[in-house]
């Protein structure tokens, strides 16, 4: 069974930080494209951040460009979230997701319905 676990939300005040991690199991995801949305309450499941299969490439949404980091490392089947300077309208549930034969090694992707795999999804809290 395929599965992607997110770890390490939790509560942080506002520029504080928290690094997200996402393992895979199942199958392995070197081949994939990964990203990271977010949902807070009462909206829509929107687009954060991204990373080709290379890892050469990455994609921001423009409100997080600058204080998160997404990377990967292929060889334990991971991809991390790295947030700074977290602000309180950053608050919301963090999923995990993988796109399965990319276009290409080097690109990356941002829309919810490109992508096949999703973690249950970690909670990040940012108070004021």
């Known amino acids: 069974q395929v599965q992607l676990v997110e770890s390490g939300g939790g509560l942080v005040q506002a520029g504080g930080s928290l690094r997200l991690s996402c393992a895979a199991s199942g199958r392995t995801f070197i081949n994939d494209a990964m990203g990271w949305f977010r949902q807070a309450p009462g909206k829509e499941r929107e687009f954060v951040a991204a990373?080709?299969?290379?890892?050469?490439?990455?994609y921001y949404k423009d409100s997080v460009k600058g204080r998160f980091t997404i990377s990967r490392e292929n060889a334990k089947n991971t991809v991390t979230l790295e947030m700074n300077s977290l602000r309180p309208e950053d608050t919301a549930v963090y999923y995990c997701t993988a796109k399965v034969t990319p276009q290409s090694y080097s690109r990356t992707y941002y829309r919810k319905y490109e992508y096949d795999y999703w973690g249950q999804g970690t909670q990040v809290t940012v108070s004021s």
């Open positions: 990373i080709s299969a290379s890892g050469g490439s990455t």
